[in-house]
């Protein structure tokens, strides 16, 4: 049976299904956010509801507003998804998370160092989040204000916007309104997260701990353990009525970087991904088990990410994930404030969003990502290899010097 490491070797560091992983995590968190927006049951209810009336036995469908609170913009079925279709709803973000560790440890080891590490992140992360806030501050919220525009642009809060660049999160921008509140990006609320995963990897590596296995072995079973009590006696990290706390996606990123230390003795195993799935679902119906399930969602995600899927023509053109994940949420906003009747059909409405945001998301690949991207190669050839490999537009034209 081959391990994790050994299909990592044979597809020369790249997944095969790490991209398209990515997009369908980023997608389904895009849907999450149309199901909030159209109703209170969620994605799935509406699935299952749209079925029952092809056979002329739905019920009518309740639409309320959503509140402008963060936590219910972001769930799946509203501010507290309770029924059978909670486990995916609290799946997304973590699944993004674990993906993370896992890679984010792979461009450690390629990197060896800090400052080539820092500058790999800062090169996937901030070009085209200072795009999406930039155009968000200056474009939407001008659309959306109700204030004078010389007012607007004045505004204390238009300047402190900006700040979501380096981490530190506003959601709101003056007197800007949409359909469902105020909030301009809620996607953003991940970031300070995903920040604090780099700074203490860049601390492990300044230190060499990360190229210790056992010491990282050790260090995250007894984290582990003091976790699971804390969370399942005590009460810490419990969040009945909102996403899950900062604190769980940086141990899920984690539980991807011990996964990755051990992929050459982690089996790559249908059976074992599917009794993964059992012992996950059920675990996260409960709040109490946010520092159990994340290991064998880890084993879900990083199988998938190593399964060879059909070949996309798509995916080779570029990584769009996080293009959608960035500008998902506001043109979201956007399509239901200036399109009412699409708060009443959620396909209609994730057909449309998805559409919108993809267009934006190839535009932000096109013209910013990847040429950021191209600048790997001066600190992290490697790096630099695999991603050319994966998307072969990230080649320089000819001339203009090719990666080492």
């Known amino acids: 049976m081959k391990t994790f490491g050994q299909i990592l070797k044979e597809h020369d560091g790249a997944g095969p299904g790490f991209d398209l992983l990515r997009l369908a995590l980023a997608v389904a968190i895009l849907a999450s956010h149309c ?9 799935l209810g509406e699935i299952a509801k749209g079925v029952l009336q092809l ?21 799946l079925a509203g501010p507290h998804p309770t029924g059978w279709g909670r486990p995916f709803a609290q799946s997304h973000v973590p699944m993004f998370f674990v993906l993370s560790g896992f890679l984010v440890t792979g461009s450690a080891f390629r990197a060896g160092r800090v400052v080539p590490f820092l500058a790999l992140r800062f090169l996937r992360i901030f070009p085209a989040l200072m795009v999406e806030v930039t155009l968000s501050a200056i474009l939407i919220g001008a659309i959306y204000t109700t204030l004078p525009l010389r007012d ?6 238009f300047f402190r916007y900006f700040g979501n660049i380096l981490g530190w999160i506003t959601m709101f921008l003056p007197q800007v309104t949409f359909f469902s ?14 920040f604090h995963c780099y700074l203490i990897m860049a601390v492990l590596i300044l230190c060499g701990v990360v190229f210790s296995r056992s010491i990282m072995t050790a260090f995250f079973v007894l984290s582990s353990i003091a976790l699971v009590i804390a969370n399942g006696f005590f009460g810490f990290d419990v969040s009945d009525n909102g996403p899950l706390t900062g604190d769980v996606l940086i141990y899920c990123f984690y539980v991807g970087l011990v996964v990755f230390l051990w992929r050459d003795r982690i089996p790559y195993s249908g059976w074992v991904a599917f009794a993964a799935v059992l012992v996950s679902y059920p ?5 109490r088990a946010i520092y159990l399930y994340p290991l064998t969602l880890a084993y879900i995600t990083i199988f998938l990410g190593l399964t060879a899927f059909p070949k996309f023509s798509l995916l080779q053109s570029g990584d769009y994930s996080y293009g959608i994940y960035l500008y998902g949420f506001p043109i979201t906003q956007m399509l239901a404030t200036e399109f009412p009747l699409l708060r009443n059909n959620i396909f209609a409405l ?33 790096s630099a290899k695999i991603a050319e490999e994966l998307h072969p537009d990230l080649v320089h034209q000819r001339g203009a010097g090719a990666p080492t």
């Open 35 to 43: 199901s909030g927006i159209t109703g209170e049951r969620g994605l």
């Open 55 to 75: 056979f002329g036995h739905a019920a009518s469908i309740s639409i309320s507003e959503t509140s402008t609170h963060i936590g219910q913009a972001l769930d």
């Open 152 to 157: 607007y642009y004045t505004d204390p809060l």
């Open 181 to 194: 509140g105020g909030v301009v990006n809620a996607n953003l609320w991940t970031l300070p997260s995903e």
């Open 283 to 287: 675990l996260m119906f409960s709040s």
């Open 350 to 382: 994730i057909v449309s969003s998805v559409t919108c945001t993809g267009i934006f998301a190839a535009l932000s690949w096109h013209l910013v990502e990847k040429h950021a991207l191209r600048l790997r190669q001066y600190f992290s050839p490697r």
